[in-house]
């Protein structure tokens, strides 16, 4: 049997709200785009590793960014200080919710191949 899911789910808390987000897989271009995305390190200084791992993510936001709206099923459970329930939309513009998007991120890039035996 296949381990192919038509539907990647994210839950995750985020700042005391519970986010739940339904993705459709990733294509196959843009699984490949998000693979693509590393940043080495100048040197082995642990400093210059931290430095190219912030890159790799500012990168990975960016590319994400763009990538989740157009996956996004549903999405619910974001509310921001004055109450209003956030899309996904939303979500993706703000630099605020960088870390978020990340994780949404690397779940639906997880998700796009098979575990390996």
Not at 12 to 38: C, H, M, N, W, Y
Not at 65 to 70: D, Q, S
Not at 89 to 100: G, I, K, W, Y
């Amino acid at each position: 049997m296949s381990k192919y899911i038509d539907n990647v789910v994210f839950e995750e808390e985020f700042q005391g709200d519970k986010v739940r987000a339904v993705f459709r897989p990733l294509s196959f271009e843009d699984a490949l785009t998000i693979e693509d995305i590393e940043v080495k390190p100048a040197s082995e200084d642990p400093a210059d590793r931290r430095a190219a791992q912030s890159r790799e993510n500012i990168e990975v936001a960016r590319t994400m960014a763009k990538f989740l709206p157009g996956y996004c099923v549903s999405f619910e459970g974001l509310v921001d200080a004055s109450g209003k329930t956030l899309t996904i939309q939303e979500v993706c513009q703000v630099a605020f919710f960088s870390r978020l998007i990340v994780a949404m991120g690397r779940v639906l890039a997880r998700a796009a191949y098979p575990e390996n035996p």
